[in-house]
């Protein structure tokens, strides 16, 4: 009986004092902040197994028990225990696949382990206690740890104090097995990369170096390491030996290798002696060889509601494999292709990548063309874009620069996959009558006899050629065919009346690549933009619809075929101010284009507006706005900005579309007059004279925009006449002859005029003009009243002109009677 309570008591004794420890600490996990927390606990006794019913495990705060469910109660020796709070999933957790099965899976009896869960900005002391409440273990974790890597004991024979863990050296840690840090016999630490020997990324063709740092981080020396690398369990590069590698001690290798593949691969490595066999197998991305996935065919201006697409094509000799292609543009955004990590594009195939997969509808594509939606595909610009392919790593494999006009509806297609992207001929409008070519053979791509027309180097010297003068047009022709083939005539045309302006006279032969310059010589006879065609004919040709192309010059035009008629630069309140020109051209003028500045601003006037048509000797108003309120204008037009008409003197410029100055006009603050009266030219057709020939405007509206002015008068009579009609009169009121007009002609251009009745005793009557400004030609009308308002007796008067024009210093008088009669 004695004996059989000692050894009841002996064996209970085992099972309450076994060496049951903390092994490691997740309190940082990659994935969810507490279900993927987790305690390991390690039963270090050999022989003897550990009642889990008698500890209480979590923070200094808080001890709970174990949730064991009708589990065993035994921790088995060297066994290993995962504690998790009761929200883990061990089927589908994080660490599903890393707990071997030997291991026990254990819940904490309340939510979270601890009170809280585990802190990552906290350090906690983790206490691991009897059912009595004496302790264990314990251990106070660090917070030095990257996301997803533990805390891990060294050693299970020495202390809990913090030399003795360290940092998992394996992401998510060790849960249910050997630690990582755990001290070993034997034991090497394996770092393994890729790096080009060329460039910045291992690339496919290109030299590389596979790196392995190895370091002994175990407890004894090692000797004669045979280290050996095979690339994707086929590929055995030569081994390399290691004589002695020390325990704490490290060696870096290289094996060079030139990858003949694209896409992940696997590197494995093997370290053996006769003491080790350690194997590590990691995965990397080899990058495609540059220009082997290029842009083929960009459709930056689709017509509306359509969207934009790239199409790439693989001109390599083997499969691409498209995971993680980026796309960018010139503003840096990207877009990730989302693809499938086993999608290949085969050689020498195309793929089309849109933000929109209804481009398989539009162009009618079968499912055998490749289209793949691009998340966050960059909006590209309709003109001067920059867009770079780039592989999975960032490195660049194309990129073009589009500087090409938009044509809606119409894609840019890349005419030879083996030429630079970068040049700008290597790019062409799509020929194809639906606009573009997703997912088949571009349009502009070479066949055997193509000859075409280099529309991007057509050039005309002078740039800006003058009206009845000589200029010489340079068009290029390029063979761009495969095979030579024969230029036998090329013709230039105008369009609107298809007239032949020139021909050839000769045959030229090209070899695919040669280009023919054809130089033309012509003279126009007259301005404004000349349309022309050319077109070419070719022996054999397979493509004629890039033999024919519609370009036009604009011919500029004379010194004053447009001349400044009448300019308003001190308006009355609330009107706009304004310049008046005319048309002294025997041709239409198109001023769409046309500028008007002062030096400072320069406004262009609209292009599409019917009413810009000038015809000859016809007027246009060129206003600041388009307030004309209580003003008759017939015809006027606002430019996109208005030059300021200075009120103390500027300068006006009227220029064609080429910059040509046509006319201009330099007044000072002596030619400003009242408010509401305009300076205006007195003829245009004369030659320019400066404010010479300019005046005040004399109509009593003091402006005439849109119509003669006021001063215009073709040719100064030699001397001056008074005229007066009828003679006599007779105001009575009886409708017949009861006002008299008084009209008369000066050889003065603008002049100061008092116009006076008196009657033959000398005395004045009646003042008809006072100082009144007028140009050589006036006509006044006298209804035989005096100044009072009162009806004058018959009998003769007499009618003075006197006009003085104080610039030319020159007086002139005039004078005549008129008879004012009644009945008797």
Known sequence: MRYFLAFVLIWT???????????????????????????EIFNANPVQGFDLTQILIGDQKTQENLNLNGQDTILAPNQYAVIFDSDYEIEYGSYSSRIPGEARVLFVADNTIGSAGLSNSTAETILLLNVDGDTLDLYTYSLDNDPGYSDERISFDLGNDANNWGNSLEFNGTPGSENSVLDKQ??????????SQVGEFPRINEACLIRVHAVNIGIENLQQLDFRVVINDTISLRNQMVNRLNSGESV?????????????????????????????VVEKWIELEEMSLVINEVMFSP???????IEIYNRSLFPIVLDGLKIRDASGRQGIADFEATELLPSQQYAVITGDTLVRTLYSLDRDTRIFQLKGFPSLNNTNETLVLLGRTGVQIDSIEISHPAEAGVSLERIRADELSLLVSNWNYCRDTAGATPGAVNSVSPVDFDLTIDTLRIKWEPTHPDRDQQYRIAIPVINIGNLPCELEKWELINPKNDNLIATSLTSINLQPGDTSMVTIESIPHSSGLSPFQFKITAQNDLRNANNIFLFSIFISYQHRDVVINEIMANPEQEQPEWIEIINTNEQDVDLGGWLISDGLTTGTLPFDDAQLILSPFDFIVISEYDNWSNLDIPVFVVPDKWPSLNNDGDTIYIQDPNGTV???????????????????????????SGTNNWSFCVSPQGSTPGKTNSLYVEKLPPK???????????????????NVIISYDLPLLTSRVNLIIFDLRGRMVRHLLNNASSACRRSVIWDGRDNEGRSLN???YIVYVQALNASQGELLRLKKTVILAKKL
């Open 794 to 796: 018959i009998g003769i």
């Open 13 to 39: 004794g085992i099972r309450c004092h076994a060496q049951i420890k903390l092994s490691e600490v997740m309190f940082n996990p990659a994935d969810s902040e507490s279900s993927d927390e987790f305690i």
């Open 303 to 309: 017509s509306q509601g359509e969207p934009e697409w």
């Open 720 to 738: 001056g006449r008074l005229d007066i009609s009828p003679n006599p009169f007779s105001p009575d009121r009886d409708g017949f002859d009861d």
């Open 662 to 688: 046509i006319d201009s006009l330099s007044y000072s603050n002596k030619n400003i007059s009242d408010k509401g009266v305009s300076l205006e030219n007195i003829n245009p057709f004369l030659d320019d």
């Open 252 to 280: 870096t290798l290289f094996f060079e290798w030139t990858p003949q593949v694209t896409g992940l691969i696997s590197i494995a490595l093997t370290v053996k002696n006769f003491s080790v066999d350690i194997e590590k």
């Open 186 to 195: 034997f034991q090497v630490d394996l770092t393994i990369d890729i790096q």
